[in-house]
């Protein structure tokens, strides 16, 4: 019903990157949020002041993208009852068919800090579903480490593999994936 990172959102090659699939065959409706100042209120440190979000198909084309949560679709966010606390966050309503996708979490200006990436299915008991979530980020320590969320719906158990990744990303070119 819903996947999420909180990651310790930075510029360049360190911003906040979570790839999700939507699988089956039909389309779905999900709301696809990127958090910052709210999270002060849960007592995070540092939270990202003023977070951006981008669209991204698997094809590199960009579909949508949102500064303040209420510059674009507000209606729609509120009533599937996912309105951000705080107007500097960012949010989309989207139906999307089939396939895989990225949300790219930024600070406004290029500000860093803890932001939270969070897909949300507004479909849980249609055929398709929410199937995986990657993020790529920067890991910290303490406070700042990198930290992934779900949340399963209906009376089902599922299989889940967790596998956290770093010497691939090496060799893949990104110059501060974590060696081990």
């Known amino acids: 019903a819903d996947i999420s990172t909180r990651v310790n959102v930075q510029t360049g090659q360190s911003v906040s990157v979570g790839g999700f699939i939507i ?38 084309n960009l579909l949508q993208t949102n500064d303040n949560w209420k510059d674009t679709q507000e209606q729609a966010i509120r009533d599937a009852q996912l309105a951000p606390s705080n107007d500097l966050e960012s949010a989309l309503f989207v139906s999307l068919p089939p396939g895989a996708y990225t949300a790219v979490v930024k600070g406004k200006n290029n500000t860093t800090g803890i ?66």
């Open 23 to 60: 699988g089956s065959t039909a389309p779905k409706n999900v709301v696809i949020r990127a958090m910052g100042p709210t999270l002060s209120a849960f007592g995070i440190e540092g939270s990202l002041s003023d977070p951006t979000l981008e669209l991204w198909d698997s094809s590199g």
């Open 115 to 180: 932001g939270l990436v969070e897909v949300y299915d507004l479909q849980p008991s249609s055929s398709s579903k929410l199937v995986n979530i990657s993020t790529r980020g920067s890991v910290g320590s303490g406070q700042n480490v990198m930290i992934g969320g779900l949340i399963l719906s209906g009376p089902d158990s599922a299989r889940i593999l967790f596998r956290a990744m770093g010497p691939s990303l090496l060799a893949a070119g990104l110059e501060s994936a974590l060696p081990d």
